[in-house]
């Protein structure tokens, strides 16, 4: 009996640790190794916001590329195989557009900064990760910045 007890208290007071604390969050590759400002400030608003890839082609151009060449072994003659290549090209163009132009959710934290400025942050995630009023810590290596608790 003493030994559930126990048990029972120690799982209490691990649900009081705040879920930051134990959590882990994902960084990128680029952000390993490099020095980050921190500055630490307040939540005043949380927005949920859709995320857009950017679509400079990059995918569209691969595909069409891969697709081509996949296409251009199809068939047993020149034109089968102009054919194909140019059909592999369209399809690989295809899949290729779709792939880079699709969305993810995100949220934009406005943050009111201990040194008195207010930033807005543009990051994945979702709403609930946030509440107006809560502490948080913001980093930044001058180009790319992040929002935690």
Do not use: Y
Not at 10 to 29: D, E, F, I, K, R
Not at 42 to 62: E, F, H, P, Y
Not at 79 to 91: E, F, L, S
Not at 137 to 146: H, I, K, L, P, Y
């Amino acid at each position: 009996m003493n030994g559930k007890l126990r048990v029972l208290g120690l799982c209490m007071a691990l649900s009081l640790l705040p879920l930051s604390s134990v959590m882990a969050q994902t960084v990128g590759s680029n952000e390993v190794g490099t020095a980050r400002s921190v500055e630490f400030g307040k939540v005043r608003r949380v927005l949920a916001v859709t995320i857009q890839n950017d679509s400079r082609g990059v995918g569209t151009a691969t595909g069409a590329a891969l697709g081509g060449i996949a296409g251009s072994t199809i068939g047993g003659g020149r034109r089968a195989n102009t054919a194909g290549a140019v059909a592999g090209a369209v399809a690989g163009g295809a899949v290729g557009n779709r792939v880079t132009r699709g969305a993810r959710s995100g949220i934009e934290i406005t943050v009111e900064l201990e040194s008195g400025r207010t930033i807005a942050v543009t990051q994945e995630g979702s709403v609930n990760e946030f509440r107006v009023g809560d502490r948080v810590q913001v980093a930044s290596d001058g180009s790319n910045t992040r929002v935690s608790r």
